[in-house]
């Protein structure tokens, strides 16, 4: 893992996630808009600068719940054999605000390394005294690359879904 001195000392030790505000979402492009969607069921460990995190697939949460076993079924994240959805970071650069992570995502029984950036806010002290520490990262990933590959032809031409998925993820921890 790489990390800086300052990133080092601001990230030292061992940090409890807040999933209350936490969330893992995505969005893809369908026919003419964005087709977005969520997990509810979200997990991280952030120690020493390393972060690890997952999902359980099965929370799946999008607008139509009639889309919702489709999407758990094998056409796309296949629940039933691939239960959870997971990252694990290999490096986490800093620079003021702006972070840069590097690691693995595992999605449907496949692992690729996953770059992604964002923000990171903190630590800061809440009204109660704690010690809060907040990241977004976003990334672009080819869902093609992980097995999810379902897609219907549009009759003049092209496909109905895009490849490109948007992923974005905010992260909550607290000291202790």
């Known amino acids: 893992m790489s990390t800086t001195d300052t990133t080092t000392d601001r990230f030292a030790g061992t940090w409890g996630f ?4 936490s969330s893992a979402d995505f969005s893809v ?6 087709f977005r969607g969520g997990f509810s069921e979200l ?3 952030f120690e020493n600068g390393q ?3 997952s999902v359980k697939v ?6 139509d719940e009639n889309l919702v076993a489709h999407l758990q079924g094998p ?3 296949d629940a039933e054999q691939h239960p959870e959805i997971s990252f694990r970071s290999t490096s986490l650069e800093v620079d003021g605000d702006d972070v840069t992570i590097e690691g693995d995502l595992t999605l449907k029984g496949v692992t690729k390394p996953l770059h992604a950036t964002g923000k990171v806010s903190g630590p800061t002290e809440d009204f109660m005294g704690n010690t809060r520490l907040g990241f977004t990262f976003a990334t672009t990933i080819d869902r093609d690359a992980y097995g999810v590959s379902w897609n219907a032809d549009l009759p003049k031409g092209g496909k109905a879904l895009g ?7 905010e992260l909550e921890f607290h000291k202790g």
């Open 18 to 21: 807040a999933p209350v505000h």
């Open 29 to 34: 492009k369908y026919l003419v808009a964005k």
């Open 43 to 45: 997990d991280a460990t």
């Open 51 to 53: 972060l690890a995190g």
């Open 58 to 63: 099965a929370s799946i949460q999008v607008k």
């Open 75 to 77: 056409d796309f994240f």
């Open 163 to 169: 490849n490109d998925v948007e992923l974005i993820v």
